[in-house]
């Protein structure tokens, strides 16, 4: 018989982060031994890759639940402005057919070309997301993922003690898309706030720098300065040495740790190609942020 240690196994896909899990159906009730194992190999690997696992939204909303309580989208453009556990990433209409390149929801969807991490503007932010796949494409369409724990130890220890401490301030828009029309102005203004630009993993204490395409300015300085110092950090969490492109294959699923990792989508042939993965996000535990005031008050 099959002991629970030879049934599923774990294979680092990356000399820092990242692992294959096989040996386990996610779309069926998954066992709460099993479930610890996966749970202790999300707080090791940061990345979880499973393949052939053909979800549908009812399987992956279940098997995302073990994780805690799910995240529920704002209805914006992004989604088709459906609100709900399900974020669709998709060059595709309602009717299956290609969007065309200026529609809303493709401007919207760009913005995932830029490395973030998911909900880090949201006062709880989310603690991991588990994007699925339901149409790949043959080439492109990515999603290069970087471990921001690999590169926070990586930093010389002065760093990470002028590091120590200090505070940054996420806006669900992105730096360069204050004019965006995507989202509805008072949306802007309420998804303002702080968290530490280090994060610390309470199961295992190791920390990561904590920085993206929402986090903005820091408390503090001079918001040029500190836009200037977030755009080092993350430049410096994305070097090659610290990322890991996941090319999708149907049945892929991927579960990554928001408060640990960056990740971005890149393109593909959006007038050819077809891609359609379904995201769930699981939503923080504890507040480890409060709003902010407006940046300058
Ligand atoms: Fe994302």
């Given at each position: 018989?099959?002991?629970?240690?030879?049934?599923?196994?774990?294979?680092?896909?990356?000399?820092?982060?990242?692992?294959?899990?096989?040996?386990?159906?996610?779309?069926?009730?998954?066992?709460?031994?099993?479930?610890r194992v996966i749970w202790d190999a999300f707080n090791?690997?940061?990345?979880?890759?499973?393949?052939?696992?053909?979800?549908?939204?009812?399987?992956?909303?279940?098997?995302?639940?073990?994780?805690?309580?799910?995240?529920?989208?704002?209805?914006?453009?992004?989604?088709?402005?459906?609100?709900?556990?399900?974020?669709?990433?998709?060059?595709?209409?309602?009717?299956?057919?290609?969007?065309?390149?200026?529609?809303?929801?493709?401007?919207?969807?760009?913005?995932?070309?830029?490395?973030?991490?998911?909900?880090?503007?949201?006062?709880?932010?989310?603690?991991?997301?588990?994007?699925?796949?339901?149409?790949?494409?043959?080439?492109?369409?990515?999603?290069?993922?970087?471990?921001?724990?690999?590169?926070?130890?990586?930093?010389?220890?002065?760093?990470?003690?002028?590091?120590?401490?200090?505070?940054?301030?996420?806006?669900?828009?992105?730096?360069?898309?204050?004019?965006?029309?995507?989202?509805?102005?008072?949306?802007?203004?309420?998804?303002?706030?702080?968290?530490?630009?280090?994060?610390?993993?309470?199961?295992?204490?190791?920390?990561?720098?904590?920085?993206?395409?929402?986090?903005?300015?820091?408390?503090?300085?001079?918001?040029?300065?500190?836009?200037?110092?977030?755009?080092?950090?993350?430049?410096?969490?994305?070097?090659?040495?610290?990322?890991?492109?996941?090319?999708?294959?149907?049945?892929?699923?991927?579960?990554?740790?928001?408060?640990?990792?960056?990740?971005?989508?890149?393109?593909?042939?959006?007038?050819?190609?077809?891609?359609?993965?379904?995201?769930?996000?699981?939503?923080?535990?504890?507040?480890?942020?409060?709003?902010?005031?407006?940046?300058?008050?």
């Open positions: 018989m099959d002991t629970l240690e030879t049934r599923i196994a774990i294979k680092r896909l990356h000399p820092l982060f990242v692992a294959e899990v096989t040996g386990i159906d996610l779309t069926v009730p998954v066992p709460r031994e099993d479930f090791e690997h940061q990345i979880l890759v499973f393949r052939d696992q053909h979800f549908d939204d009812e399987s992956q909303i279940a098997f995302s639940r073990h994780f805690g309580t799910l995240e529920t989208m704002i209805a914006h453009p992004g989604n088709d402005w459906n609100p709900g556990h399900i974020s669709v990433m998709t060059n595709l209409g309602k009717d299956g057919n290609f969007l065309p390149p200026d529609h809303p929801a493709m401007l919207h969807r760009e913005r995932n070309e830029a490395w973030h991490s998911d909900s880090s503007f949201k006062p709880v932010a989310a603690l991991a997301s588990l994007l699925a796949s339901r149409i790949v494409p043959p080439v492109g369409g990515n999603t290069d993922f970087a471990s921001a724990r690999a590169a926070y130890e990586a930093l010389p220890a002065e760093r990470k003690a002028a590091l120590e401490g200090l505070t940054a301030l996420h806006r669900m828009t992105y730096r360069d898309m204050d004019n965006d029309k995507g989202y509805k102005e008072e949306d802007k203004q309420r998804h303002v706030v702080t968290h530490p630009v280090i994060r610390t993993n309470p199961v295992n204490g190791r920390k990561a720098l904590y920085v993206g395409s929402h986090a903005q300015e820091i408390v503090g300085m001079p918001p040029a300065e500190g836009a200037s110092l977030l755009d080092e950090l993350t430049a410096f969490c994305t070097q090659p040495q610290f990322v890991y492109s996941h090319h999708w294959r149907d049945g892929d699923a991927v579960m990554w740790d928001n408060r640990c990792t960056l990740h971005r989508a890149t393109t593909f042939d959006k007038t050819q190609y077809k891609r359609k993965l379904h995201r769930t996000t699981i939503a923080g535990k504890t507040p480890d942020s409060a709003f902010a005031r407006m940046p300058g008050a």
